[in-house]
């Protein structure tokens, strides 16, 4: 008899004996966005709001990929465009992402968020040290095929 035609006159108790073999795949919920064609992930964990509708106030004397500030329900937060902070040209319409970094919140400016999507732990690859990419510190591939750059947040503020 066929496994499946086994576990369909199974008992309750064969059933558990059955999944108890089963390996337990570790997953981690990531929140999927895009920014200039690629696609980047963000553990959820991190994400504390997502925002459409926003008025950024430009600070002086800061580097040019904070763009400024906006306040979030009577909190200030730092906004950081993550395109000309991996040296790329700025776009006009953005979605921004607030995060907790190291216990302080910071906003970042993407092109469009995706989706939010379980990734298996051992899915996540280091990133080669020859491609050059700044603040992502693994990569894998999503079911949709795309393939996921992890930004790293921690380095969002730090030169």
């Known amino acids: 008899m066929a496994k499946t035609e086994e576990l369909m006159f199974a008992t309750e108790a064969q059933i558990d004996e059955y999944t108890d073999q089963i390996p337990e795949i570790s997953t981690e919920k ?17 994400v504390k709001d997502i925002n459409t509708d926003y008025t950024i106030t430009y600070l002086p004397r ?19 465009d993550i395109r000309l902070r991996l040296g ?3 776009q006009d319409s953005f979605c921004c992402v ?20 379980d990734v298996p732990l051992d899915a996540i690859l ?24 992890e930004l790293d947040c921690e380095l ?4």
């Open 30 to 46: 990531y929140l999927i966005f895009s920014s200039d064609g690629l696609m980047y992930g963000i553990k959820a964990e991190l």
């Open 98 to 117: 607030v995060v907790n970094v190291d216990g302080n919140e910071v906003g970042i400016l993407v092109d469009m968020v995706e989706q939010m999507v």
């Open 156 to 159: 969002l503020l730090h030169d």
């Open 88 to 90: 790329k040209l700025p």
């Open 62 to 80: 800061v580097p040019n990929y904070v763009r400024g500030v906006i306040n979030l329900r009577g909190q200030i937060v730092p906004i950081v």
């Open 126 to 149: 280091p990133v080669p040290t020859s491609s050059g990419q700044a603040m992502v510190s693994g990569m894998c591939t999503l079911p949709d095929g795309h393939t996921m750059l």
